[in-house]
């Protein structure tokens, strides 16, 4: 079963999971970006699957590889774990952290398994 919610369902706090890696070619040609990527958590929480969907080339595998080792609480419907699939965006930003955007689970447009 699939059931498509649009809105948001809610904001879960990052259990686990570092920033991406600057890639050290755009950080010296002070290159800055988001990427977005397609991710589909597990009904445990843990990313089963990460797609970059656009971005700068630079950026696409450390948000790729930073984004594979994310951990979130289970996203519950109807008191059961789901399966969530939704998009990400991380931003690569100079003379700041590296911000990511708290939609992958803010859930804009989000599928549930």
């Known amino acids: 079963m699939q059931v498509t919610i649009e809105g948001e369902l809610r904001k879960a706090k990052l259990i686990e999971g570092v920033l991406p890696k600057y890639p050290e ?15 589909v958590f597990e009904k445990g929480g843990t990313v089963r699957l990460v797609e970059v969907v656009s971005g700068h080339p630079l950026f696409a595998q450390a948000a790729v590889d930073g984004m594979r080792d994310w951990k979130y609480p289970p996203t519950m419907l ?9 998009l990400a965006f ?5 003379g700041g952290a590296l911000t ?12 549930f398994r």
């Not at 070619?25 to 991710?39: D, M």
């Not at 991380?90 to 100079?94: E, H, R």
């Open 25 to 39: 070619e755009a950080l010296k040609s002070r290159i800055t970006g988001t990427v977005e990527l397609h991710v």
């Open 78 to 86: 109807n008191g059961k774990p789901v399966e969530v699939d939704t």
């Open 90 to 94: 991380v931003t690569f930003a100079l």
């Open 100 to 111: 990511t955007n708290p939609s992958a689970r803010t859930f804009d447009r989000a599928r």
